[in-house]
């Protein structure tokens, strides 16, 4: 499952609906998730892929402290 946090709202979407598999990279699942949320190729570029223990993975933007 990827979970995908974008311009204040969330989405959830199976790997396999975006033509991922579980060892896509962080360019393809990016890829894949512009494409579904119709934005251009490199607008999520600064967001960051995270995997969890359970296989799941969740695209958000860079969280910034200080």
């Given at each position: 499952?990827?979970?995908?946090?974008?311009?204040?709202?969330?989405?959830?979407?199976?790997?396999?609906?975006?033509?991922?598999?579980?060892?896509?990279?962080?360019?393809?699942?990016?890829?894949a998730?512009?494409?579904?949320?119709?934005?251009?190729?490199?607008?999520?570029?600064?967001?960051?892929?995270?995997?969890?223990p359970?296989?799941?993975?969740?695209?958000?933007?860079?969280?910034?402290?200080?």
């Amino acid at each position: 499952m990827l979970h995908i946090r974008w311009n204040g709202r969330s989405h959830d979407v199976e790997l396999s609906a975006l033509g991922l598999r579980d060892g896509s990279d962080d360019r393809e699942i990016l890829s894949a998730a512009a494409r579904y949320l119709e934005l251009d190729p490199d607008a999520l570029s600064e967001a960051v892929v995270d995997r969890g223990p359970e296989g799941h993975i969740v695209i958000r933007p860079e969280a910034l402290f200080g």
